[in-house]
């Protein structure tokens, strides 16, 4: 098969999901193409094998949406794909635009795009997915959750699911003691970690919030944000002592390796990668009850406490901080869960089969 996967963003989970699929369809056999714009992800791409078509795209709708429906267009016209897999909002809009069904097509939402926003753009959002599933042949969930909510809000047509993985060579346990050196943090500090790109959909501002009543009740504690994104002034103005902000990292490993647990607060997901790489690595969990949070955090693994309850985010972590034998037993057990469940080459494999199933339906022999 020839592969045409696209996507808009270049940092964080969507990316990461896009470069495991298509590097093993690429070791599969298949002619895989990625069209992105430039950036970490072509990048990697361009590292893995993989042909990089550049496609300039903003993050957001706006008035270069024709153009970037041009674009696009004529990429994929100059590709020639048996199967076209858009990613994420950006990706799922210029790409049904641009293709209106004349090739297979695969959207990934990675997440709804009408939970991002509210009003008319709410509205607005959920109109364009009803419509545009008459272009889509297969509606690619990455949790039942996600799957569920896009058929109560009118996403007809076929959904599949197929969950998240990781890399799981590449995320194993590493011990605490041998990360916590290379990064200035002292071996008894009672360590949160949260990774993500800082924005309203990662909910660091509710962390934030609960921090000052956390540290009062586990004295010494440590909060680390890793990552970057827009919002990063804003956190910065909001935040007090024993918060302390990473940056972007171009491998999260020692921070997860050096947390003793691992916070979640985002306010809506698809299924995220973070707790998969944190448990992965034999790290506890604490996360809000988002779609594909509780599919990916086993009960004995951490806690999923209700979206938005900050109160019980807030206990449930500094629980976690006062224990750290609670910790390791939970962050050995999320290590097997992630073994059994979370295989980021098996989900690949899962996909490329849809691809194969969705061809046939359209009478194409793959």
């Not at 999320?334 to 899962?350: E, I, K, P, Q, V």
């Amino acid at each position: 098969m020839r592969v045409l996967h696209v996507a808009q963003p270049t940092t964080g989970g969507v990316p990461r999901v896009v470069l495991s699929y298509a590097a093993d369809q690429l070791c599969q056999g298949h002619d895989i193409v990625v069209a992105c714009p430039d950036g970490p992800l072509a990048k990697a791409v361009r590292r893995a094998g993989l042909a990089h078509l550049p496609w300039s795209a903003a993050r957001r709708p706006g008035p270069g949406v024709l153009e970037e429906v041009r674009a696009l267009r004529n990429l994929v016209e100059d590709a020639r794909p048996d199967v076209v897999h858009l990613h994420s909002a950006k990706a799922g809009l210029a790409g049904r635009l641009a293709v209106r069904g004349r090739v297979p097509t695969v959207f990934q939402p990675h997440a709804w795009s009408f939970e991002a926003v509210r009003g008319g753009m709410r509205r607005a959002a959920l109109r364009w997915e009803r419509h545009a599933t008459r272009w889509t042949g297969l509606v690619l969930c990455v949790s039942e959750a996600e799957s569920r909510l896009g058929r109560r809000s009118g996403v007809a047509g076929e959904h599949r699911v197929v969950r998240n993985g990781v890399d799981l060579g590449r995320f194993s346990p590493i011990a605490r003691e041998a990360a916590r050196p290379g990064l200035g943090v002292d071996a008894a500090t009672p360590l949160a970690v949260c990774v993500g790109r800082l924005c309203e959909q990662k909910g660091q501002d509710r962390l934030i919030a609960a921090w000052p009543g956390i540290r009062a009740e586990v004295p010494g504690a440590e909060l680390v944000l890793v990552g970057d994104g827009p919002d990063r002034t804003r956190l910065e103005t909001l935040a007090g002592p024993g918060i302390r902000f990473a940056g972007a990292v171009a491998d999260p490993r020692p921070w997860y390796a050096a947390a003793d647990v691992v916070a979640v607060p985002s306010r809506w997901e698809g299924m995220a990668l973070v707790p998969l790489e944190a448990q992965a690595m034999a790290r506890s969990v604490v996360a809000f009850e988002v779609a594909g949070m509780a599919e990916s955090v086993p009960r004995e693994a951490g806690r999923v406490v209700p979206a938005g309850d900050t109160g019980a985010f807030a206990a449930a972590l500094a629980r976690r901080l006062r224990d750290r034998e609670l910790t390791l037993a939970e962050g050995r057990l999320g290590a097997r869960y992630a073994l059994l469940a979370h295989d980021a080459t098996a989900a690949a494999r899962n996909v490329t089969g849809l691809y194969a199933e969705l061809l046939k339906r359209c009478g194409v022999d793959a």
